[in-house]
């Protein structure tokens, strides 16, 4: 069973950054892929970035290719996005994500999911 706690988010002008942290409660955080998602009101979940259990590789939605990076450390079990050049269109509420298949994760979402953290870009 793996616990994942996201913290990071609030309230930031468009243009600006913000960075997401996921922390992990599983010793063994280097055999999961971990991965973010997002769930703006009134529409669906969807995928935003993921990266292999190594940090070797990572993947990202089109829509945040070039402004988001996300990044691990696996001596402290954590899972980070650093979000860049915010739009208001990034408001949502992000979601850390771990599986230990990647392509789990890049198909719709893996096994554990944490809580969530409020992002609100304003105009």
């Known amino acids: 069973q793996v616990q994942l706690v996201e913290s990071g988010g609030g309230l930031v002008q468009a243009g600006g950054s913000l960075r997401l942290s996921c922390a992990a409660s599983?010793?063994?955080?280097?055999?999961?892929?971990m991965g973010w998602f997002r769930q703006a009101p009134g529409k669906e979940r969807e995928f935003v970035a993921t990266i292999t259990r190594s940090g070797d590789t990572t993947y990202y939605a089109d829509s945040v290719k070039g402004r988001f990076t996300i990044s691990r450390d696996n001596s402290l079990n954590t899972v980070s996005l650093q979000m860049n050049s915010l739009k208001p269109e990034d408001t949502a509420v992000y979601y850390c994500?771990?599986?230990?298949?990647?392509?789990?994760?890049?198909?719709?979402?893996?096994?554990?999911w944490g809580q969530g953290t409020q992002v609100t870009v304003s105009s």
């Open positions: 599983e010793g063994t955080f280097n055999s999961y892929a």
């Open positions: 994500n771990a599986d230990s298949r990647l392509r789990q994760i890049r198909e719709g979402g893996g096994h554990y």
